[in-house]
C-alpha cells in the first residue's frame, strides 16, 4: 500500500506472465481480486491495462495518489459492502467519481447490512468490520458471472 508503483510493478508482470501461458488467449483476459487483491486488479484497471474487465469483491478502493492514471480500458465491476469500514461512503462515492471523470465503463454493486469480506465464510470479527454474509456472498458471484458473460461475448 505504501509503494502504488512497485505494486503496479508487480501486476503487470503477473499480468505479463499470464499472457505467456500457451493456453491463454490475449483478447479474453479479466482479473478478480478481494480485499487487497480487489485494489490490484482496481490498480490494473487504473493502468489503463488492455484487458477485458476487472472485478474486485471487497476490495480496497482509495486511488494512488502519487500515480497518474491513464485511460481505463478495462471494464469495471466493484462488489461492496454499505458498512465496510475499510471503504466508508466517502470513500465510495470518491472512487465513483473517479471512474466517472475517467470515462470508464464502470458499475458497482453495494450490499446493505454487509462489511467488510463478506464472501469469507470464516470471517467473524464484528470489531474489525469482517464477517461472512451469506446473501452478499451469493449475489455478489452471481454478479460477477453475469458481468464475465457480458465481457467476454463481445
Not at 66 to 77: D, E, G, M, P, T
Not at 106 to 120: K, R
Amino acid at each position: 500500500m505504501e509503494d502504488r508503483k512497485m505494486l503496479r510493478k508487480r501486476i503487470y508482470a503477473a499480468l505479463n506472465a499470464v499472457k505467456l501461458l500457451p493456453w491463454v488467449d490475449d483478447n479474453k483476459i479479466a482479473a478478480i481480486g478481494f480485499c487487497f487483491g480487489g485494489l490490484c486488479v482496481l490498480d490494473l484497471a487504473r493502468s489503463g491495462a488492455d484487458i477485458r474487465g476487472v472485478v474486485s469483491f471487497h476490495g480496497l478502493l482509495a486511488a494512488a495518489e502519487n500515480i497518474s492514471n491513464n485511460q481505463i480500458k478495462a471494464r469495471i465491476l466493484a462488489l461492496h459492502g454499505h458498512d465496510d469500514p475499510m471503504g466508508p461512503p466517502e470513500q465510495v462515492l470518491a472512487f465513483q467519481d473517479e471512474l466517472t471523470k475517467a470515462g470508464a465503463d464502470w458499475q458497482m454493486y453495494i450490499y446493505g447490512n454487509t462489511v467488510h469480506a463478506f464472501t469469507n465464510p470464516i470471517a467473524n470479527d464484528p470489531s474489525f468490520g469482517t464477517v461472512y454474509q451469506p446473501d452478499a456472498d451469493r449475489r455478489s458471484w452471481i454478479a460477477m458471472k453475469n458481468f464475465l458473460e457480458e465481457v467476454f461475448s463481445d
